[in-house]
Nanobody, 122 residues
Framework: QVQLQESGPGLVKPSQTLSLTCTVS??????????WSWIRQPPGKGLEWMGA???????YYSPSLKSRTSISRDTSKNQFTLQLSSVTPEDTAVYYC??????????????WGQGTQVTVSS
């Protein structure tokens, strides 16, 4: 079974860069044709897709966050990383890594990390 685990600092200062790592076990992040996504949920709000990195290494970003977001990977560690620059308190959220379904008739995600709280505060 695929498992995902987020890790990184829980507190980030405004204007700094938020960095989180998702460690994947039970499956390779390079296996065709899976994608690996970052999703966040601010307090009291819905889920927001941030971006994803494909098995090939190609990246995709939400238009609203593209200018501040970078997703990368370390295939030797089976990890992928989120960097969100110039953070403000509005970036406070629970951050999840997740794997979307690849079946064309499916939607959503088949695996999720447990989520990690990140607070942006001085």
């Amino acid at each position: 079974q695929v498992q995902l685990q987020e890790s990184g600092p829980g507190l980030v200062k405004p204007s700094q860069t938020l960095s989180l790592t998702c460690t994947v076990s039970g499956g390779s992040i390079t296996t065709n044709y899976y994608y690996w996504s970052w999703i966040r949920q601010p307090p009291g709000k819905g889920l927001e897709w941030m971006g994803a990195i494909a098995y090939s290494g190609s990246t995709y970003y939400s238009p609203s966050l593209k200018s501040r977001t970078s997703i990368s990977r370390d295939t030797s560690k089976n990890q992928f990383t989120l960097q969100l620059s110039s953070v403000t308190p509005e970036d406070t959220a629970v951050y999840y890594c997740a794997r979307p379904y690849i079946a064309s008739q499916s939607e959503g995600y088949d695996y999720w990390g447990q989520g990690t709280q990140v607070t942006v505060s001085s």
